[in-house]
């Protein structure tokens, strides 16, 4: 089984920055952790989860959606399973919980979730 916790949520006013951390941890069948691809999506309240960002396995490359590009950026440590979400000029629609996700690549459907945490944004 693998675990994903989140942390780094918080309150912040708008143009303000937050740096989400998600340690991965567990096995799996087929693979390494650090072989997977790992990723961000964010679920606001009334709205269905959408895709942040996504890293392949190495860190070489990187995806966004159009809506954070240029704000936030992915990273990713695989000697730690670790991956970090910097979010800068932070906006007020940027408000939701943030999930972790691991995927076999950085466009796939998740296999493993971790249970969010919560980035307010105050106008």
């Known amino acids: 089984q693998v675990q994903l916790v989140e942390s780094g949520g918080g309150l912040v006013q708008a143009g303000g920055s937050l740096r989400l951390s998600c340690a991965a941890s567990?096995?799996?069948?087929?693979?390494?952790?650090?072989?997977?691809?790992m990723g961000w999506f964010r679920q606001a309240p009334g709205k269905e989860r959408e895709f942040v960002s996504a890293?392949?396995?190495?860190?070489?490359?990187?995806y966004y959606a159009d809506s954070v590009k240029g704000r936030f950026t992915i990273s990713r440590d695989n000697a730690k399973n670790m991956v970090y979400l910097q979010m800068n000029s932070l906006k007020p629609e940027d408000t939701a919980v943030y999930h972790c996700?691991?995927?076999?690549?950085?466009?796939?459907?998740?296999?493993?979730w971790g249970q969010g945490t919560q980035v307010t944004v105050s106008s």
């Open positions: 567990g096995r799996t069948f087929s693979r390494l952790i650090s072989n997977y691809a």
């Open positions: 996700a691991l995927s076999a690549t950085p466009t796939a459907q998740p296999n493993y």
């Open positions: 890293i392949s396995w190495d860190g070489g490359t990187t």
